[in-house]
């Protein structure tokens, strides 16, 4: 493996751990405050997030490549809002997508027509997620700082989310 494309597929595996964990703050915070379907949404993100890093970790170690297990910083553990929650959540996202576009950019570079082939399921997937995190904010937009409206944003966030995926 290209040793340049091998750091930079390293450097996407500390992306999507950093992504799962930054997730799994949100959710506990969101747990703590009462927002239990909010909450449920983040443990699963967290948990997709970890899934990703994971595939990445078995691609490089099956194409002989050096995985490197990162440390990794403490994230963001409270919020003011729910708008800040989701702020962060899609410029986390597009974070994630820039990151994956810059991937591409350097199998192109490189030829590494494999890997690039690979990345496009995480081009897809990011393209979802960004239009998910993106429709949420939104609504929660519209919202504003109507409580009952917080009250059902928490209730139908799955609704909200899986809907928006189907018209996707
Ligand atoms: Fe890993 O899918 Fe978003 O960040």
């Known amino acids: 493996m290209n ?3 091998e750091a930079l597929l390293n450097d996407q595996i500390k992306y999507e751990a950093s992504a799962s964990m930054h997730y799994m703050a949100m959710a506990s915070w969101a747990d703590t405050k009462g927002y239990n379907g909010i909450a449920q949404f983040f443990y699963s993100q967290s948990e997709e997030e970890r899934v990703h890093m994971i595939k990445l970790i078995k691609f490089v170690n099956e194409r002989g490549g050096s995985v490197v297990i990162p440390a990794l910083e403490k994230p963001k553990a409270s919020f003011e809002s729910l708008s800040e929650l989701f702020a962060d959540f899609l410029k986390s996202e597009m ?8 991937v591409i950019y350097e199998c192109l570079n490189k030829k590494d027509y494999n890997v690039h082939n690979f990345m496009q399921w995480y081009v897809t997937e990011q393209l979802e997620e960004e239009a998910v995190a993106r429709t949420l904010l939104d609504k929660l937009n ?3 700082d109507d409580k009952s409206g917080h009250y059902m944003f928490d209730r139908d966030i799955n609704t909200i989310a899986i809907s928006d995926d189907v018209e996707a």
Not at 95 to 102: A, D
């Open 3 to 5: 040793t340049s494309i």
């Open 95 to 102: 974070f994630v997508t820039e990151q994956i576009n810059h």
């Open 142 to 144: 519209i919202i504003g």
